[in-house]
C-alpha cells in the first residue's frame, strides 16, 4: 500500500470510465484543460481519449482529473471547517512541509496502518491545498480495477489560516484520517469548528474575517477611496421643465434601519450560509421525574444571515437575534444552547 501506483489503470474498459469522469466536465472545462482542435463535446471527448489515454487512465490521472472538477464545482458538495490546534508557543511551533508531494509522502504512510487507499495531494494558488483519499475496505490490492467501490473524501488545507475544509468524512474513517492528518501537519490537535456549507470561498473569507464580520466590523476600512474619480457624483443635466419634488415621508425610519443593518452586519457582502442550527439541551441530566428535554432549531435559505439583513433593513424586525449576530463572531454555524432549568 506504500507504493505509488501510478502506471496501474483502473478499468479494462477504460474507455467507458474515462467518459463518464471526462463527461462530468464542460465543454470550455476540457477545452482549457486539454485544448483540444474539435469544438463539439462528443467530438472533445473522443479526442481526448484517443490523444491523451489512448493505453487507458492512471489511478493519478483519475485523482488530478477529479480534484481539478471538484475544485472547479466545489459548490455542489458540504463542506465542513475543523481546527488546527497547536500548544505550542510562536517560536517553538514546528515547521509542516507545504510541497504538495512531501505532504502525500508523509501522510500515505500514516493512512496505510488504518487503510487501503490511494492519496492524492495538489496545490491550487490561493485556493489552498487538496488532499484526495481513495479508500477500499473490500479489496486486499490496488489492482482492481472498479473504481465503485471506493469512498473518496476530500480536505482541503489553508496553511495561513490553520483550518482544514472537509467533505466525505464518513464515521467510518474519520478518526483515523483525522489522526493521520494531526501527525502530518504535527499539529497537537484537530477539532470540529461547528461551520459547514456549500460556499467553499466563503467559508474561507469567513474563517478568515476577510470582510471584518462580526468583532471585526470596527476595523473596517473606507469602502470608497475619496480620491477615486471613479467616485465622484454623477453630473445630472437639469432639465427645463421643473418635477416635482417628492420627499420621503418615512425617511427618519428608513435611516434607523439602515443604521440598525449597518450596526449588526458589515455594509458588503455576508458570508453565504445555507444553515443555522441550534440545539438546546436540558442544564441537568434526565431522571425518573424530570425527563429530558431537547429542541433542535434550524434555518434553512439561500444565504441565511442575508435573509435577516433584508429582514432588518425591510423593517420586519428591529435587529437580529444574538444568537444570529453569534455566527459572524465566531465563525459558526452550529450551537448547542444549555437550558436554564430554574
Known amino acids: 500500500m506504500g507504493h505509488r501506483p501510478d502506471d496501474i489503470q483502473v478499468a479494462s474498459e477504460h474507455h467507458e470510465c474515462l467518459k463518464s469522469i471526462l463527461s462530468r466536465f464542460t465543454t470550455s472545462e476540457l477545452a482549457e484543460l486539454f ?3 474539435a469544438t463539439k463535446k462528443s467530438d472533445i471527448l473522443k479526442e481526448v481519449i484517443s490523444t491523451h489515454y489512448k493505453e487507458g487512465m492512471t489511478y493519478a490521472e483519475v485523482a488530478e482529473l477529479d480534484l481539478w472538477y471538484t475544485k472547479s464545482h466545489s459548490s455542489k458538495k458540504q463542506w465542513k471547517a475543523f481546527e488546527i490546534k497547536n500548544n505550542s508557543s510562536a517560536g517553538e511551533q514546528p515547521q509542516v512541509e507545504l510541497e504538495p508531494e512531501k505532504i502525500r509522502l508523509a501522510l500515505s504512510p500514516e493512512l496505510d496502518s488504518y487503510f ?3 492519496t492524492h495531494v495538489k496545490l491550487f494558488s490561493l485556493q489552498g491545498i487538496w488532499i484526495r483519499v481513495s479508500i477500499d475496505d473490500k479489496v486486499n490490492n490496488l489492482t482492481k480495477q472498479s473504481l465503485s467501490n471506493w469512498c473518496v473524501s476530500y480536505i482541503v488545507y489553508f496553511p495561513h489560516l490553520k483550518y482544514l475544509l472537509t467533505n ?3 464515521a467510518a474513517h474519520k478518526k483515523f484520517i483525522l489522526h493521520s492528518l494531526q501527525t502530518t501537519l504535527k499539529c497537537s490537535g484537530i477539532i470540529d469548528h461547528q461551520l459547514k456549507g456549500a460556499d467553499l470561498e466563503s467559508m474561507k473569507k469567513m474563517l478568515a474575517a476577510e470582510q471584518s464580520q462580526g468583532v ?16 465622484a457624483a454623477p453630473v445630472v443635466c437639469r432639465e ?3 418635477k416635482f419634488r417628492v420627499v420621503n415621508e418615512d425617511q427618519d425610519l428608513i435611516d434607523q434601519r439602515l443604521k440598525a443593518t449597518q450596526d449588526s452586519f458589515v455594509s458588503g457582502e455576508v458570508p453565504q450560509l445555507e444553515s443555522l442550527k441550534y440545539k438546546a439541551l436540558p442544564e441537568c441530566k434526565k431522571t425518573p421525574d424530570k425527563p429530558a428535554f431537547t429542541m433542535s432549531v434550524e434555518f434553512r435559505g439561500a444565504n441565511v444571515l442575508e435573509g435577516f439583513r433584508e429582514c432588518v433593513k425591510y423593517g420586519y424586525i428591529d435587529k437580529p437575534p444574538e444568537c444570529v449576530l453569534a455566527v459572524q463572531d465566531t465563525a459558526q454555524n452550529t450551537f448547542v444552547v444549555t437550558l436554564c432549568t430554574k
Open 168 to 170: 466525505g468524512l464518513v
Open 240 to 242: 427645463k421643465k421643473e
Open 116 to 118: 487501503h487507499h490511494y
Open 35 to 37: 485544448l483540444p482542435t
Open 216 to 231: 471585526f466590523k470596527m476595523f473596517q476600512s473606507v469602502e470608497n477611496n475619496p480620491l477615486d474619480r471613479s467616485n
